[in-house]
């Protein structure tokens, strides 16, 4: 054994290149492998644990009270399935008034306990106390993962208008989102609770056909209509998957293309050397090596960078998870310690890969197992006279210089060798034509969000919480402001207003527009129905129908400080779930408000500039007519964008960069198998200059059927892949964003396998066309 391991060793030395090629394009693969897997394991893992330490509730059920008895309740503890219960608890709605606490904002589902522990639902309870006094109140907020500090210190006051003021007593969270905050039960009772409330967890609910048959269980001896909401932990688990799994998808995608290319290289590599190293082969079995020692010889050569990169691929891999684990769960109370590489990650990265490069190794290697020593040593390692030499001269007799006609017939000697260059090349052409179209879509997608040029300038009364005056406009007056100074065209009153969902735990907030809503371009995002014709009706958020099981022409009711209106679902657009992803006409408002001053309630105005009018002077404009006013300039970037962007770019490149290596490699074996007839070459008259137009040309039209077999590849990743990050995401696309293709795009891909190739060809051609006609003819 210690023969083979010095003889193998010897092999790396001697081939360093290769060596070192060898590496790289594990070390690459590997690191992205590692992240992909990374990422599948983060995308439930980390809930699964934590939903677990909190006994999370399966099922948030929320009844009505006039139609359903706690007695009656309590005996849905006891039905079939249901492996624990807790409730029910009073549910009543807090609506905050202007000017409590910043942070919290909007109507509150409260949910009488007397205790934050139970069989379902174990409340976090993280800073201060439970609330068990009259006026006392304990806030669902998320702990921070930097500081663990408190949003505000306890003790402050939440004050609902017309009521007595809520004390902050404690800080808590919930995992299952079963309330924004909690009292004691008789709290809760001098609320005078509309609803009531039931934690359950099934023996069987891991999907959402599951689930939907626990609550028919649990509900069946109820009266009709007593449910008036029930919340799946499948939409919460979703909603947090949607972090780290949307970047999964394409991850993968680069994954697995950066093996293949790593296996095509890795046994180019190997098929060069046994064929290259015929000799050596022979003079080794001369010695006393078995065939299989042979083998065991490439083989080992092949390991040691491998292993290498392997474990430099995992070290980077999990460097470059840390952060997008820690961005895409941020705010989810994910507990930072847990989001970290799995140990099965790591494993499968550091055995799998080099497993891989050895069985992508095996098959050239057994060439040397079957040459008996005199076979090796005769052979040589000059290519047989009759490979290529006909399609030379065929091209011979054309017009083509013969430079060129001699490069395009180098392919043809190593049929085996071409193959797998080719499909390095078509590898890494397909590799930049999903990232190509996937940034166009990110972007299309991007612009459609962001809406640029829709409006350019914010308006909004300023906060007196900040020391402002706010203006004493009222909201036409302000209006009619807007549109009356100097380079205003369209202008959109936006009232963010905090709305509570009957019958669902989690407050939302409501966008009422009015004005030029329709030059917003909210109409291009919709994805499901129509947008809003007038009052009564509803837009959401894709991401916010589908983890509630909504669909169009279902019935929403809305309600602010005691006051109900019900709405219609027109429309889903495809803007992910946030702060606001619901929207409403102008006029739904006032039967919940009976209107909305600006000093009330978060009313934004959006204002769209005449064409050259300049955004620093209407800026000047405003706050000279009233400096009541607070305005900005829209900007903003969206962080998956600039991360899907900034990835797929340099993803890109390593694949692309990895490919041109394997030409590299390609050029370097036809340079030392065809040294006597390079020699022979420029003994008769070729200038390095056509010698190298020789090599290139031979790589170069590897190049183009790379190119032109890797485009349509790439396009079908593309329409495959795209949908599921946007599904991972919980986003759906409209057609137009997939719509990325055009003839001058496709005429520069259809260049890119040319560049890849020239690019990896040119050095190893320009040494060869350095080399002395002596050099060129010496031996082995």
Not at 8 to 26: C, D, E, K, S, W
Not at 43 to 54: E, I, L, N, Y
Not at 485 to 508: E, F, I, K, N
Not at 610 to 615: D, R
Request: hydrophobic residues 50%; glycine residues 10%; positive net charge.
């Amino acid at each position: 054994m210690s023969a083979v391991w010095l003889a193998a060793r010897a092999a790396a030395r001697r081939r360093r290149l290769q060596t070192i090629i060898i590496g790289i394009v594990v070390l690459l693969s590997t690191s992205t492998l590692v992240i992909a897997l990374a990422l599948v394991d983060a995308a439930s893992a980390p809930f699964d644990q934590a939903f677990a330490a909190q006994r999370g509730a399966q099922v948030v059920a929320a009844f009505d009270t006039t139609k359903v008895s706690d007695a009656q309740l309590a005996q849905t503890a006891r039905q079939p399935g249901v492996v624990a219960a807790a409730g029910p608890y009073g549910q009543a709605v807090l609506n905050i008034a202007p000017g409590s606490a910043a942070f919290v904002s909007g109507p509150l589902t409260v949910v009488g306990r007397a205790d934050p522990a139970g069989p379902v639902d174990r409340v976090n309870l993280w800073e201060g106390r439970w609330a068990t006094g009259p006026g006392e109140i304990v806030v669902n907020w998320t702990p921070p993962a930097d500081t663990g500090a408190a949003p505000l210190p306890l003790g402050q006051k939440l004050t609902a208008p017309g009521g007595a003021p809520f004390t902050i007593v404690g800080y808590a969270y919930s995992l299952s989102r079963t309330a924004d905050a909690w009292v004691s039960p008789e709290q809760v009772a001098a609320m005078h609770p509309s609803a009531t409330q039931m934690l359950y967890r099934f023996s069987t609910a891991a999907t959402n056909a599951e689930i939907s048959a626990d609550v028919a269980s649990v509900t069946a001896g109820l009266p009709a209509d007593s449910v008036l909401a029930s919340q799946s932990y499948l939409t919460v688990k979703q909603a947090v998957a949607a972090g780290p799994g949307a970047y999964v998808p394409f991850l993968m995608v680069f994954g697995f293309l950066g093996l293949l290319v790593a296996v095509l290289i890795v046994a180019n590599i190997i098929s060069g050397a046994v064929v290259s190293g015929l000799r050596h082969i022979g003079i080794l079995k001369s010695l006393g090596f078995t065939p299989r020692q042979v083998v065991a010889v490439y083989l080992l050569m092949v390991s040691l960078p491998s292993v290498a990169g392997c474990v430099l691929g995992t070290v980077v891999g999990n460097l470059a998870t840390g952060p997008l684990l820690a961005n895409a769960f941020q705010g989810l109370g994910m507990d930072q310690s847990t989001l970290g590489v799995s140990p099965w990650v790591d494993a499968a990265a550091l055995l799998g890969m080099p497993a891989v490069v050895l069985l992508a190794a095996l098959v050239p290697a057994l060439r040397a197992h079957r040459l008996s020593a005199a076979q090796a040593i005769s052979a040589g390692s000059a290519p047989r006279t009759g490979r290529g030499l006909a399609v030379q001269r065929r091209l011979s007799g054309t017009r083509l210089p013969r430079s060129v006609s001699l490069g395009l017939g180098l392919p043809f000697a190593r049929p085996g060798r071409t193959a797998l260059t080719t499909a390095a090349v078509l590898l890494g052409v397909t590799t930049a034509t999903f990232a190509t179209g996937m940034i166009n879509t990110v972007t299309k997608y991007a612009d459609a969000v962001d809406r640029p040029g829709a409006s350019q300038i914010t308006v909004q009364p300023a906060d007196p919480r900040f020391g402002r005056t706010p203006s004493k406009l009222s909201d036409p007056a302000t209006e009619a402001l807007l549109r009356g100074l100097p380079g205003a065209r369209h202008v959109t009153a936006d009232a963010h207003v905090p709305v509570s969902l009957v019958g669902y735990t989690q407050g939302v907030t409501v966008d009422f527009l009015r004005g030029d809503s329709a030059t917003l371009r909210f109409q291009d995002e919709i994805v499901k129905g129509r947008w809003l014709n007038g009052p009564g009706e509803i837009v959401l958020a894709s991401a916010f129908m589908n983890q509630r099981g909504l669909a169009v022409g279902d019935h929403l009711t809305l309600e602010v400080s005691g006051k109900q209106t019900r709405v219609t679902i027109v429309g889903a657009t495809m803007y992910g779930s946030g702060p606001v992803s619901l929207f409403c006409d102008w006029q739904t408002l006032a039967p919940l408000t009976g209107g909305v001053k600006p000093a009330e309630s978060s009313v934004q105005y959006l204002v769209q500039l005449a064409p050259g009018t300049s955004t620093d002077a209407y800026l000047g404009s405003i706050r000279a007519a009233d400096p009541g006013f607070e305005a900005w300039a829209q900007t903003g970037t969206n962080n998956f964008t600039v991360a899907t962007i900034s990835l797929s770019t340099v993803l890109t490149l390593m694949l692309s960069a990895v490919a041109a290596l394997g030409v590299f490699n390609t050029v370097v074996l036809n340079t030392r198998e065809r040294r006597r007839d390079l020699g022979m070459l420029k003994s008769i008259g070729m200038t390095p200059r056509q010698v190298i137009v020789m090599m290139v040309t031979s790589m170069a039209a590897l190049g183009a059927v790379g190119g032109l077999l890797g485009i349509p590849l790439g396009i079908v990743a593309h329409r495959l892949i795209i949908p599921a990050t946007a599904h991972a995401a919980d986003v759906d696309l409209p057609q137009g964003l997939m719509d990325v293709w055009h003839a001058p795009v496709l005429a520069l891909l259809a260049l890119a396998g040319i560049a890849i190739a020239v690019v990896g060809a040119f050095l190893p051609a320009r040494a060869t066309a350095r080399l002395t006609i002596a050099q060129a003819l010496h031996n082995e």
